[in-house]
């Protein structure tokens, strides 16, 4: 069972690597900041725009490895609708889940992130998975252009 569960999770993370959503640049984005993770060598630029309170819509470029590619394209699909204040909730408990402090897991609220949760198995990769959430973060706070994981 649970290796079939594995087997589900490396597939959604295998098809969001090969067929990332969102991956396009928004002329119209009123929200725009690059996240780095130097230890893996992943880059994007995210892309939000915001109306009233509310992400109407999210993409990304960029290049990085498996991991932060899908988590990046599951995360713009996730947040899109979402107001600020639910997108900062996102992040904390998807931050909670890869770090492991989380002691219960919101499936319901995480939803198709959850196929990213055995990155806590590999402390090397936790920055990997983190990194599009950290950008959404400083690009919910708008106050830096600009991230690095390090
Ligand atoms: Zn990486």
């Known amino acids: 069972m649970f290796e079939d569960l594995r087997d589900l ?13 969102n991956f396009r640049v928004m002329a119209d984005a009123n929200r725009q900041v690059e996240g780095f993770n130097p230890l893996c060598g992943d880059r994007l630029t995210l892309f939000l725009k915001i109306d009233d309170h509310v992400i109407t819509d999210a993409s990304f470029q960029g290049s990085g490895c498996a991991i932060s590619t899908a988590s990046v394209s599951l995360m713009t699909e996730i947040v899109k609708g979402k107001t600020e204040t639910e997108a900062d909730a996102l992040f ?5 889940m890869t770090t492991g402090k989380a002691e219960h897991i919101d499936l319901e609220a995480i939803g198709k992130l959850a196929v990213l949760a055995g990155v806590r198995e590999y402390p090397a990769r936790v920055k990997c998975a983190t990194l599009a959430w950290h950008t959404l973060d400083a690009a919910l706070k708008n106050q830096a252009s600009s991230i690095s994981t390090e």
């Open 9 to 21: 999770y490396q597939e959604v993370i295998f098809d969001h690597n090969r067929n990332p959503r």
């Open 92 to 96: 904390t408990q998807f931050h909670e």
